[in-house]
C-alpha cells in the first residue's frame, strides 16, 4: 500500500538563475540566434552574450523550479533537488526557492563550475530565446537524490533539459526507480524540440517502458517525439503508452488525453503577451495542482491555462499575482 504523501510534487531539476533582456530581431541575427530556440551554451560564449545584451534583470529559474513555484502559490507542498554552486548566484536562488515555500536542501558545490544561468533574449512579438549555461546543475550527482524525500512524493517532476549531462540523467534514473518502487507517480516534460531531437531514443525508451505517468508536451515537441508532421498520429502513438499525456498547443489551447478520452480546453485570453518564458512550467504546475486535488481532467488543463496566461502577462517565469484567486475565480 502507498503510503500517505508528505509532499504533492518533488521535482528533481536545473537550478539557473535567468538573465532575461529585451532585443531586437537583428540583435538574434547578429548574435546567430535561432529565434525561440533554447541553445546549450559554455562559459565563454554566456560571457559574451552577457557582455553584448541590453539592460536586464536576473530572476530564479530553471524549467521544475519554475514549476514548483507556480504549483507552490497554489497551494502544493513541494520540494526540490537541484545543484548549485557557492557563489552569489546560487546564494539568490536558494533564497527565492525557499521563499516560494519550497524545500531545497542540496548543498551547494564549490565555487567552480559556477551556478547556471539562462540568458534570455525577449524580442517584441514576445518570442523568448535562450542561451544556457548549464554550469554547476550539470554536476547534480545520484547521491543528491534522497530516496526517503522522493518516496515521500506524490508526484515525481522531471524536466527533460537536464538529460543532457551523464550525473543528472543518472540521478533522475535513480529518482525514477525510486517513485516507481514506493507507488508514485511520475511525470515527465519533453521541454524543447532540441531536447527531443538529442534524446528521443532514450525518452522513447521511459516512454515504452512504462515509467512515465504524466507526459508533457507541446506540439511541436509531441510531433518531434513521434518523427512525424501529423499532430493527431503523434498525440495517438504517445498517449497510447502513459497514464495521462498533456499536450500545450500556444494559443489553439491544450489537450488532454487519458484513459483514451481526449478532453480539451481554449487558451485564456490575455490583455498582452509580454514574454513567454516559463508558459509550459505555469501550465503543468496548474495542471498538477489540479491533479493532486483530483480534479477533473478539464479543471486540471483550466488550472494550467489559468497559470500559463499569468505568467506570459509579464517579464520572467514566476507567478507574480496570486495564482489560486485567479483560480477561483475561473473556477469557483
Not at 526517503?148 to 543518472?170: R, T, V
Not at 540521478?171 to 516507481?180: Q, Y
Not at 531514443?201 to 516512454?207: G, H, P, S
Amino acid at each position: 500500500m502507498t503510503a500517505e504523501a508528505r509532499y504533492d510534487i518533488v521535482a528533481i531539476g536545473n537550478a539557473i538563475v535567468d538573465v532575461i533582456s529585451q532585443a531586437s530581431d537583428e540583435f538574434l541575427d547578429e548574435e546567430q540566434l535561432v529565434k525561440g530556440s533554447m541553445a546549450l551554451i559554455d562559459a565563454d560564449r554566456a560571457e559574451a552574450l552577457y557582455r553584448d545584451m541590453g539592460p536586464a534583470r536576473e530572476v530564479s529559474g530553471g524549467s521544475g523550479a519554475n514549476t514548483l513555484a507556480g504549483a507552490s502559490t497554489l497551494g502544493c507542498q513541494c520540494a526540490l533537488i537541484a545543484q548549485v554552486a557557492d557563489d552569489q548566484l546560487g546564494e539568490v536562488f536558494a533564497h527565492d526557492i525557499r521563499a516560494t515555500g519550497i524545500d531545497f536542501d542540496v548543498p551547494p558545490l564549490g565555487k567552480q563550475p559556477p551556478t547556471a544561468r539562462c540568458l534570455i533574449f525577449v524580442t517584441q512579438d514576445a518570442q523568448r530565446t535562450m542561451n544556457t549555461f548549464l554550469g554547476a546543475s550539470q554536476f547534480l550527482p545520484p547521491a543528491a537524490v534522497d530516496a526517503e524525500l522522493i518516496a515521500s512524493g506524490a508526484i515525481l517532476y522531471l524536466e527533460g533539459y537536464l538529460w543532457d549531462a551523464d550525473e543528472p540523467k543518472a540521478a533522475m534514473a535513480l529518482g525514477i526507480d525510486i517513485a516507481r518502487e514506493n507507488g508514485r507517480k511520475v511525470a515527465f516534460t519533453l521541454s524543447d524540440t532540441f531536447c527531443v531531437d538529442r534524446h528521443r531514443a532514450e525518452f522513447r525508451e521511459l516512454i515504452d517502458g512504462g515509467k512515465i505517468d504524466i507526459l508533457f508536451a507541446n506540439e511541436a515537441e509531441i510531433m518531434m517525439l513521434g518523427e512525424t508532421e501529423d499532430f493527431d498520429a503523434a498525440v495517438a502513438e504517445a498517449s497510447a503508452k502513459v497514464e495521462t499525456l498533456v499536450v500545450t498547443r500556444s494559443e489553439k489551447g491544450a489537450i488532454a488525453v487519458r484513459d483514451g478520452k481526449t478532453t480539451s480546453v481554449a487558451a485564456e485570453p490575455v490583455d498582452q503577451i509580454v514574454d513567454t518564458t516559463g508558459a509550459g512550467d505555469l501550465f503543468a504546475a496548474g495542471f498538477l495542482s489540479g491533479y493532486v486535488e483530483k480534479r477533473s481532467m478539464e479543471d486540471c488543463l483550466t488550472m494550467g491555462a489559468v497559470a500559463a496566461a499569468e505568467v506570459i502577462s509579464h517579464f520572467g517565469a514566476r507567478p507574480e499575482a496570486d495564482l489560486q484567486e485567479l483560480v477561483k475565480k475561473r473556477l469557483g
